[in-house]
C-alpha cells in the first residue's frame, strides 16, 4: 500500500491511474503492429472509453490527444500516425511522472534522499546539417509505416527501417542507430511469426526512432547545438589505468537462435579516481547463437575471451583486476569496456566483505528519483539502482503473461513500516532456475541476503533479483549452474 510521507494511506487514485495508463499504452500498441488503417469499431469504442475514463480522473492533456487521435481515425487522416506517435510521448512522459512520485512517496515512509554528485555535461558536437533530409525521409517511412501496420505494409517499408539503420551507423548517429536495429529486430521477429515477437517493445523503439528523428530535425533547423546533443550524444567515457572488482550479479537475457546476453553487476574494491569503493558497474557478455545451435546459453561463459579469460572465472566470489586497454562509459550504471590489450587477473584468496560493499542506501534511491527528469526516450529500466535486502519476505510467485510476480516486502532499520517491492521473474524453462531458488529461499529462517537490480514501472518498485548471498560469496541465481561447465560447451560445439 502507498503512503504519505506521515505514514498513513496515500490516495490510490494516483494508482488506478498508472494502471489504467498500462492499459491504454498496450491498445496503442496494438495499432502499431496492426496499422491505423485496421481499426475497427470495437478498437474506437475502446479508446472512446479510455478517453472519457482518464479525463474523469482529471489527465486532460492526455484525453485531448486521445479525442484528436479517435478524430484522426475516424475521419482517416494520412496524418494520424503523427498524431499516434505524439500521443504515446504524451502517455509515456505521464505514466514516468506518475510512477516516480508514487515511488518517491513510498521510500519517503522510510528515509529522506541523500545528496548526489551531478556528472559532467556532453560536449555539444558540430551540427551536422547534411543530416537533415535523412532524418525527414525516417520519420515519413515510420509514420507510413503505423498507417498500414506491419500485416499490410510493404516491403519497400520494411525495408526502409533497415536501410535507415545502416545509414545511421554510417552517419555515426548510433543512438538513433542502435534504436533502429532493434526495430529492425523486431520487424524481422513479426515477418517470421516468431514467439518471442514483443508489440510493446516494437512500439517504444518504432516511436523513440521517430522522436530522435523528428527532434535531430528540428535540433538541425533551429541550429540547437545543445537539442542536438541531448539526443545524439552517448555517455561520456572516462580511460582507466586500473581497476579492481567483484561480481554480486548476474542478468541473463537469452533469445534462441539470436544471442546470449549476460551483465554482470560488479562493485569496484578499491578506490580508483573517479571511482571509489562500493561504486556500481555492469560488464556485459554477447554471444550470437546461430538459429541451428543448441547451445544452452550459461555454457557461452566457457568461451575464452581476447583478454585470455573466460567469464565464467568472473563468478567464483574472488576480486577481478583489470588494466591495460580499459575504460568506463558514465551513466547508471557506469561499465566497464575492454580494448583487446586490456589485462585481466583474478586474486587467488576469496573476497569477503559482501555485506559492507553493497550495502544500499534507499536515501540514494530516493535522491534519484526526485532528481530525474523523465523523457520518452528512457525505457523504464534506465532509472535504476541496486539492493542488497537483509529482512525480507515475499510471498508465492504467480505466473502471469509476461512475468512470474510476487509481493516482497523489507523491513528497514528506524522504519515503522516495511517498504513494498513487486519481485519479477522470467516466466518459462529460462526463468526456472531462479524461481526455484527463490521459492526455496523465501522458506528459510533466517534467508540469505538477496541481491536485485530496482527499477520504477507502473508506480511501482520493481525488483529483478540477480543473486543470493551464500556464506562465503554469492550465488547467481539467475544462471542456471548445471549449464555453467566444460561439458555443456562441448556438447553444444559437438556437431554429427
Known sequence: MLRDADGTPMNTEGQELVETLARIEEALDALVTRGLRAVGPDDRTALESYEAEIRAMGATHLADALAELL???????????????????RLRLLERLLTLRLVEAELRTV????ALDAGPAPKAPPLPTEDAAFLGRLAEAIETLLQSGLSAASKASVDALKVSFEEASRRRLLRLGSTLRIASEEVARFTRQDASFSPDRLSFFLGRAWVLARGMEAALADQDADGWARLTSGPETVPMKELALVVVGVFKRHVPGAFAAFELRCRVTEDAKPLKRGDAISWSFVFPLREDQKVPPEAMLMLEQKQKFRPNELLEGKVVRVGGQVAISQGDPRRLMLGPKATVAIDAEPFTEWLELTRWEPGATLAKITGHQPDPLSLPIELQDEAMLLRWSMEELVEGEKHTTAALQVQLDDAEVPLTFELRAPIGDSGSPLRKALDEARKQDPRPPLFGFLHFEHGKLVLEPLSLLGDERPTMIALDPKNVDKAALVRAMTFD
Open 111 to 114: 528515509t529522506e534522499p541523500a
Open 71 to 89: 478524430t484522426a481515425v475516424r475521419e482517416g487522416d494520412r496524418a494520424g500516425s503523427v498524431v499516434l506517435l505524439r500521443t504515446q510521448v
